[in-house]
């Protein structure tokens, strides 16, 4: 990865916008701001900073519940990603999709998925679309390991394989799927060989590093894109914090946990731009991301809820619309 001040000052930027954005997160969970269940993406930063860039804005992207990272850096706003959050009907998805289901149509961010390995279909079916139309968008989905065990992952990468879809399989392994390790339910640990047993093109990267995942990011989408069929890339990475805020973190070592935020994306990046030489002000980054963050959460406190008369919207079909006859 061939860096500039620009392009250090950006990386380091977003990284911090989705951190900051995630500690906020916490402390309104605390403060009964933010309900349901909450999940933080601290720690895997590096990775949806330094890959989203390199989609098109006309490419499908897909997640999962762990998604606030992504959005963001797929550039819906953060006002409207916190008053998601809130569940004011402000939010991208309105109100109704809280902290697990943001969505924007618009910039082709379609999820936020709750349930496990869930989006892989769906970006399957995005993927099958664009060949059907002959255009050179791609679909990406981001998931966890966990997602690996499924059906629905092996489903996918069998039929883009098979069809040769432009599909790039993200792989978020962050090493537990809630509070089961990878090796307690996984007799083969190698995500890649499973992918490559599909016919896939794969490989493994260090998700903590930044240029790591742009490098890889840049050969996956370009080998997509050109036609030669669906990649898998691993992320290796971490999250610092538990599964969700429900979740006591029974079954991971507080001295693992220590030993991975020494390996802090954010932190390891601001060293390798002052050992290159490059100029960045963090403290001037700081202060810009403290404005968005803080306009973000009062836009999200004066934002409306939704009239309990609009319960059934987008969920019942008006009697006009499926009968074809007028109430």
């Not at 590096?46 to 762990?66: G, N, Q």
């Not at 399957?124 to 629905?152: N, P, Q, S, W, Y």
């Not at 996918?156 to 307690?184: F, I, K, Q, S, V």
């Not at 490098?215 to 969700?244: I, K, L, W």
């Amino acid at each position: 990865m061939n860096l500039n001040a620009q392009d250090g000052r950006r990386l380091l930027w977003q990284m911090l916008r989705i951190r900051r954005f995630e500690e906020a997160c916490a402390e309104l969970y605390g403060a009964g701001k933010i309900r349901g269940f909450l999940h933080l993406y601290i720690g895997e930063e590096a990775i949806a900073a330094a890959a989203m860039p390199e989609l098109r804005a006309d490419d499908s992207v897909l997640a999962t519940y762990r998604e606030h990272g992504h959005a963001l850096a797929r550039g819906v706003p953060m006002k409207a990603v916190m008053a998601e959050m809130f569940g004011k009907r402000e939010g991208c998805s309105g109100g109704r999709g809280g902290s697990m289901h943001l969505f924007d149509a618009g910039r082709r961010f379609f999820g936020g998925n709750a349930i496990v390995a869930g989006a892989l279909p769906m970006a399957a079916g995005f993927a099958l679309a664009e060949k059907l139309r002959h255009t050179d968008r791609i679909a990406a989905c981001f998931f966890g390991e966990g997602a690996v065990a499924e059906g629905e992952f092996h489903e996918a990468a069998n039929l883009a394989a098979l069809w040769r879809l432009p599909l790039l399989m993200l792989c978020e392994n962050n090493l537990y799927a809630m509070g089961t390790a990878l090796d307690r339910s996984e007799a083969d640990t190698d995500l890649c060989a499973k992918a490559r047993s599909y016919r896939l093109g794969a490989i493994s990267v260090d998700g903590m590093n930044v240029a790591a995942v742009h490098d890889a990011m840049r050969h996956a989408v370009a080998h997509v894109r050109s036609g030669e069929g669906p990649m898998f890339v691993e992320f290796r990475t971490y999250r610092f914090r538990p599964h969700s805020m429900f979740d006591p973190e029974l079954y991971r070592a507080k001295d693992e946990v220590e030993r991975w935020k020494q390996h802090c994306p954010i932190a390891a990046f601001e060293a390798h731009l002052q050992a290159l030489g490059l100029a960045v002000d963090r403290p001037a980054i700081e202060q810009e991301v403290a404005q968005e963050l803080a306009a973000a959460i009062a836009f999200a406190e004066a934002g409306q809820w939704e009239p309990v008369e609009n319960l059934t919207q987008h969920v019942v079909a008006p009697v006009a619309a499926a009968t074809g006859v007028a109430p």
